[in-house]
């Protein structure tokens, strides 16, 4: 489809949202719960890499997906959402909802969770806020755990199931974040994942850290190496960028590789050549 039948007539739309795509500065998988959940803890921040949602009225509830990203109406976690907050208010929410979709999916950004915040929380602010932050969180965190974070974004440490949320001092960095084109199942890779007995790092360890300005060299994923396994493109995404002479990381349960600071020319086009995304970012 043309770019620019994506954008034709959206630009009268009521109201635009943007989504920010988020990293994960290290994961730690602590043990799995007796409800299935994992407990985890993580550091995430947004960055400016988003994606775009256009609000009109309508005659009903409509929610659409435009761009090489674009998901069905069954698999939209907006539609849902917004189906079970109308349910939760009495309220009928008539709107035309299309969303540009610029983060990609299953790649760890957590693009659907933003997009599904973004959206309930102008519903919410619409109704004069009938739910409280906490109960927007609870909420929320009913269809994605990575939603409440943002709420707010920024910086901030999520442990628990990932719906505890501890708000950082915002850093700044640049990244260069490569998606290899697969869509990593989050289910899928935690399912896989066998914890390992070893020393792990504390919470407590990770923020004193973070307090020393030695955030690169405490970060590790633990999912990563099962999330390898299972797709092969993480790992040549992996092998490429060391070879080139990089340190990559993984973010959240993949499939996306970032590393901090831009890539040369030469290092970027080889990337692209091979059929992968690459997004140049910054945190915020």
């Keep these: 489809m043309d770019k620019k039948v994506y954008y034709q007539g959206l630009d009268a739309a009521l109201e635009v949202l943007l989504a920010p795509a988020k990293v994960n500065f290290g ?69 035309k909802i299309t969303i540009e979709k610029h983060i990609p999916v299953g790649a760890g950004l957590g693009g659907a969770s933003s997009d599904l915040a973004a959206v309930i929380k102008f519903l919410n602010e619409e109704l004069d806020k009938p739910l409280s932050d906490k109960e927007l969180s609870e909420f929320l965190s009913s269809f994605s755990k990575d939603a409440p974070f943002f709420l707010k974004g920024g910086c901030a440490v999520v442990y628990g199931t990932g719906d505890q949320i501890k708000s950082l001092k915002p850093m700044s960095k640049e990244l260069s974040i490569v998606y290899p084109s697969v869509e990593a199942s989050t289910s899928r890779v935690y399912s896989a994942f066998v914890k390992k007995e070893e020393q792990d790092l504390s919470l407590e360890d990770v ?73 140049e970012c910054k945190t915020i």
Excluded: C
Excluded at 38 to 61: A, G, N
Excluded at 239 to 266: C, H, Q, T, W
């Design 27 to 95: 994961l730690w998988v602590k043990s799995k719960r007796t409800d299935g959940y994992h407990d985890i803890f993580s550091v995430l921040h947004t960055v400016d890499l988003y994606d775009k949602m256009y609000i009109e009225p309508h005659y009903t509830l409509e929610v659409t997906t435009v761009g090489p990203f674009s998901k069905s109406v069954e698999e939209n976690i907006v539609y849902n959402g917004v189906l079970a907050f109308s349910k939760l208010t009495g309220k009928d929410f008539d709107y």
């Design 207 to 279: 923020l004193r850290l973070l307090e020393e300005n030695d955030m690169e060299s405490i970060i590790e994923n633990h999912l990563q190496q099962t999330a390898i396994d299972i797709y092969k493109e993480i790992g040549e995404v992996f092998r490429f960028l060391e070879d080139a002479g990089y340190k990559p990381y993984m973010s959240g349960s993949g499939s996306s590789v970032y590393v901090f600071g831009k890539f040369n020319d030469i290092v970027k086009n080889a990337l692209e050549s091979r059929g992968w995304y690459v997004y």
